[in-house]
């Protein structure tokens, strides 16, 4: 964890989140209830889970794309979903 990154005691806002240069390493961070956190590192077994997951979906349908571990911004969150489904149309999003 770096030293720049706000511990998950401290609250901020997304906007400070967002601009810090290590959300996206491995695993990611969240911004949860103005705390961020480092989400746990995934499993073999649940990494096989999600890409089986979202490949099944992904085969199934036109109208929707799955997609692991897409960073969504839905002020003041900033979660990092296992899972994002978006809609063709990109204005439907669901996690």
């Known amino acids: 964890m770096s030293t720049d990154m706000p511990q998950s005691i ?14 996206e390493t491995s695993p990611a961070w969240e ?12 499993t073999l077994f649940h990494s096989r889970l999600q890409r ?3 490949n099944h979906i992904n085969d199934r ?6 997609v692991q571990e897409l960073r969504c911004i839905v002020p003041p969150y900033s979660p990092v979903p296992d899972i994002a489904i978006a809609g063709n149309d990109r204005n439907i999003w669901h996690w």
């Open 10 to 23: 401290a609250t901020i806002l997304l906007a400070e989140f967002l601009a810090q240069p290590n959300i």
């Open 31 to 42: 911004l949860i209830d103005g705390r961020a956190v480092q989400k746990t590192m995934p």
């Open 52 to 54: 089986n997951l979202v």
């Open 61 to 66: 349908t036109d109208q929707f794309e799955a």
